[in-house]
C-alpha cells in the first residue's frame, strides 16, 4: 500500500468514527430535549443521559417553554 492510499484509509476511518461520535451525541440530546419536555429535572436528566449539566442548561434554553 503506498502512503497515499494510507492516509486515504486514516482519513477515511476517522472521518467514520468522527460521524458515528457526533450521532451518538445527537441522540444523547436528542433524548434530553425529550426528557425536559415530559418534565423531568435536571439532576435526573444529568444521570441518565451522563451529559454535562452545562450542556443540559443550554439544550433547556432551547425548549419553546423551557422551566
Given at each position: 500500500m503506498?502512503?497515499?492510499?494510507?492516509l486515504i484509509t486514516r482519513g477515511k476511518t476517522e472521518g467514520i468514527t468522527e460521524g458515528i461520535t457526533k450521532g451518538k451525541t445527537e441522540a444523547t440530546e436528542t433524548m434530553?430535549?425529550?426528557l425536559f419536555g415530559e418534565g423531568m429535572s435536571l439532576d435526573f436528566?444529568?444521570?441518565v443521559t451522563a451529559l454535562p449539566t452545562e450542556r443540559l442548561s443550554q439544550l433547556q434554553q432551547?425548549?419553546?417553554?423551557?422551566?
Open positions: 503506498t502512503i497515499a492510499e494510507t434530553a430535549l425529550n436528566v444529568a444521570r432551547e425548549l419553546p417553554h423551557s422551566r
